[in-house]
């Protein structure tokens, strides 16, 4: 693994892809993502699909052997609840989730 010029405070992943491929971690992951850690560098993944809830990601993280808490998983329903929540004042909202899942 190369080493790079600069480390930052913190780092965001995608998840399907870059962090795994269906049940598997890709190659140097778990390594890459321990020397984070050790640097004290926060560490958080995102997702596109809302199917899965933050719960559901931080457990198969956990499983595959990158232990995560939800609150380090970020996705598309939650971004959109929180810009609804912030910029709809006057709306009322309401979402109805295909799935039985907590944001």
Not at 19 to 35: N, S
Not at 36 to 64: E, G, M, W
Request: proline share 5%; with cysteine; aromatic share 10%.
């Amino acid at each position: 693994m190369t080493t790079p010029d600069r480390i930052y405070d913190g780092y965001i992943f995608d998840l399907d892809g870059t962090i795994y491929l269906g049940d598997a971690l890709l190659p140097t992951v778990q390594e890459t993502l321990g020397i984070l850690r050790r640097l004290n560098c926060q560490a958080v993944f995102i997702s596109n699909n809302p199917t899965h809830s933050r719960y559901d990601y931080a457990n198969k993280l956990t499983h595959l052997g990158v232990p995560t808490s939800p609150e380090d998983i970020i996705n598309s329903s939650i971004v959109m609840v929180d810009y609804l929540k912030h910029y709809d004042h006057d709306y009322q909202i309401q979402i109805k989730l295909k799935y039985n899942m907590l944001l």
